[in-house]
T-cell receptor, first 114, second 112 residues
């Protein structure tokens, strides 16, 4: 059973701080990793994708991947109250068929306090 | 505008009354999925389809049916809904080999 684990939180940070969200995955065959943001009652929205070891930066967001440790993280710099949401980590295996499936973690609730 | 639409957005029904939740995408995506989301359990895949007439079970398929007769549509059918199917349902689509998955707005279903 492929699993993606996240700390459920809540993670609370002050406005302007760095929020650090972490995720581990069980399937060593996973090739692609994604971070989704989900506001309460809304649909998930893709904010970052990462496919190779190292860091990937996009604006205030940095995704980090370490395949040897089976670990993915998301850093949010200069956190804003509008970043308050649940963040979902997802992984995808290689190849076709059921490997197109995204396996989601249960999400981490982030609260940014003004 | 590229989008995934679902209908209805909200539905309250009674046990055993058959219902269908429609899902449609206008992006010519091959791959479509249905998920349910429950507190503490996260997003769980119900069924997926890799193309027209190609569907397969996800993690929690019991009590659900799907069909994919046209590329753009992927309806979710509950033949005999039960209270444990009360949940928030999302349809999603993505191109066959690309990565971004687009989610619909969600359908909140309550079965009494």
């Amino acid at each position: 059973q492929k699993e993606v684990e996240q700390n459920s939180g809540p993670l609370s940070v002050p406005e302007g701080a760095i929020a650090s969200l972490n995720c581990t995955y069980s399937d060593r065959g996973s090739q692609s990793f994604f971070w989704y943001r989900q506001y309460s009652g809304k649909s998930p929205e893709l904010i970052m994708s990462i496919y190779s070891n190292g860091d990937k930066e996009d604006g205030r967001f940095t995704a980090q991947l370490n395949k040897a440790s089976q670990y993915v993280s998301l850093l949010i710099r200069d956190s804003q109250p509008s970043d308050s949401a649940t963040y979902l980590c997802a992984s995808q295996g290689r190849g076709g068929g059921s490997n197109y499936k995204l396996t989601f973690g249960k999400g981490t609730l982030l609260t940014v306090n003004p | 505008e590229a989008q995934v639409t679902q209908n209805p957005r909200y539905l309250i029904t009674v046990t055993g009354k058959k219902l269908t939740v429609t899902c449609s995408q206008n992006m010519n995506h091959e791959y479509m999925s249905w998920y349910r989301q429950d507190p503490g359990l996260g997003l769980r895949q119900i069924y997926y389809s890799m193309n027209v007439e190609v569907t397969d079970k996800g993690d929690v398929p019991e009590g659900y049916k799907v069909s994919r007769k046209e590329k753009r549509n992927f309806p979710l059918i509950l033949e005999s809904p039960s209270p444990n199917q009360t949940s928030l349902y999302f349809c999603a689509s993505r191109p066959g080999t690309a990565v971004e998955q687009y989610f619909g707005p969600g359908t909140r279903l309550t079965v009494t």
